[in-house]
């Protein structure tokens, strides 16, 4: 049996691939491994067979015989830890991907996280015009910096690992904001993971499920 994962049964991001099982997606498809996908509503993410799974009454969550996870960067390193072509081999060289992983989670993803929820909810409040440019002004350092690191290799370190699958996920949640375009090199980043057939692969995936909500 293939491990099973849940997902929106409508996405707020109208397929555009933004939700945090594509990470998961994606994984699967750089390791090979087929997955199973259990689509699942708001209402259905609090029920208490949902937060069996999830404490937080959130997707992605992913089970596999005994075995079940929640939290994207735990899934995506189970997946990386027990296939192929996410981690390297070499001990360090594996650390360091790791610490990719966490760098993406912990110290880029947040403040893209909260210039997007801003950006969601807070429009139209009175003090949003002046707050939009602080967190604008947080996710260009993060962005600065890891153009710096990143400067004219294709990928975070040596190989594409699990670190640029995460780091690229985190990324895309920018998509549209144009502050990503500002570092040529990060953009050329980007795209350069979007093209990875296993990418295209995952999002195709995800995107089937919106067309198919949407024609119900
Ligand atoms: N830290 C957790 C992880 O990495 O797995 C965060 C999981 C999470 O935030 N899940 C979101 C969720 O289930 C979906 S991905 N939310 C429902 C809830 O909390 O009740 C976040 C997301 C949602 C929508 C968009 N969008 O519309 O663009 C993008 C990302």
Redesign the pocket.
């Given at each position: 049996m293939s491990p099973t994962i849940t997902a929106?049964k409508s996405?707020?991001?109208r397929g555009?691939g933004?939700?945090?099982d594509m990470r998961v997606r994606w994984a699967f498809e750089e390791a090979g491994q087929a997955y199973d996908v259990r689509l699942v509503t708001?209402a259905e993410?609090k029920e208490p067979a949902h937060l069996a799974l999830h404490p937080?009454?959130?997707?992605?969550t992913y089970e596999d015989g005994g075995l079940a996870l929640?939290?994207?960067?735990a899934i995506v390193f189970h997946i990386a830890e027990h296939h192929a072509g996410l981690l390297p081999d070499e001990a360090n060289a594996r650390a360091r991907a790791i610490t990719w992983m966490f760098a993406a989670?912990s110290t880029v993803e947040p403040p893209i996280v909260d210039r997007?929820m801003a950006t969601l909810v807070d429009r139209g409040k009175s003090w949003y015009e002046e707050r939009l440019p602080i967190l604008d002004g947080r996710v260009r350092a993060r962005l600065g910096e890891l153009s710096n690191r990143l400067g004219d290799a294709d990928w975070l370190d040596g190989a594409f690992s699990a670190g640029d699958l995460m780091m690229v996920s985190v990324l895309q949640?920018l998509g549209g904001s144009g502050l990503v375009d500002e570092y040529p090199n990060l953009a050329a980043y980007v795209a350069r993971a979007e093209a990875r057939p296993a990418y295209k692969r995952a999002f195709d995936a995800q995107y089937a499920v919106f067309v198919a909500a949407s024609a119900n």
């Open positions: 929106f996405s707020p991001d555009r933004l939700a945090r708001f993410m937080f009454g959130q997707i992605p929640f939290e994207s960067g989670l997007s949640r």
